[in-house]
């Protein structure tokens, strides 16, 4: 008798993640994952992401696609074609990633996601202390007016073509299933031994 080998012909992928693969796509980005590294940009469009399991157990795909997106809103339209939208990596006091804190802080807001998406590492001690006003600043500093004004600019910039209506419609789909999967949250255990992290979805 020949052994049968049942076909595939279809891959399983995260709700969510599938969200925002298609988002990445329809905005002209191939996402790939690269042990090597943490994030990458090459200015043809490729976004290089670290693998799943060097992430913390509360990062998604979703909210770091989101956070490189805001990236490039807050550097430009034109950042989308410089290596790592333009931006010095090696320079933790550029005003333009708080900036874009303020912006990814500005876009969960609309559909009540901040909990869920903010940012990885060390800027998420920022991100964090923006206010519910994600223009307000945090002291009067010359710094803060400086990223105030271009997180403005960015919150601007990112109404228009071409992440308007794009990015929205995204994060209307995540709030859409975190709203379908909060129903089975009281009843939820992880496969986990002695896990006590709560599910993302959640927050």
Do not use: K
């Not at 559909?111 to 945090?138: E, S, V």
């Not at 010359?142 to 601007?156: G, K």
């Amino acid at each position: 008798m020949t052994a049968w080998e049942r076909p595939i012909l279809s891959r399983y992928l995260d709700p969510l993640e599938l969200v925002w693969l298609a988002t990445a796509r329809r905005l002209g980005i191939t996402l790939r994952r690269d042990p090597s590294i943490f994030s990458r940009t090459d200015g043809s469009g490729m976004l290089w992401l670290g693998p799943r399991d060097d992430l913390d157990p509360d990062d998604t795909l979703c909210q770091m696609l989101l956070h490189e997106l805001c990236h490039w809103v807050t550097n430009g339209v034109d950042s989308f074609h410089a290596e790592d939208w333009g931006f010095p990596l090696t320079d933790a006091d550029d005003p333009r990633e708080h900036a874009c804190l303020r912006l990814q802080a500005w876009l969960a807001d609309r559909h009540g996601l901040r909990g869920m998406l903010g940012p990885t590492g060390q800027y998420r001690a920022y991100f964090d202390r923006i206010p519910a006003d994600p223009l307000a600043p945090l002291d009067d500093t010359a710094l803060e007016a400086d990223i105030v004004a271009r997180a403005a600019v960015a919150i601007a910039t990112v109404q228009q073509p071409p992440f308007w209506p794009v990015l929205d419609e995204a994060l209307a789909a995540t709030a859409a299933l975190r709203a379908t999967v909060r129903p089975f949250l009281a009843a939820y255990a992880t496969e986990l031994d002695d896990d006590p992290l709560p599910s993302l979805w959640s927050r």
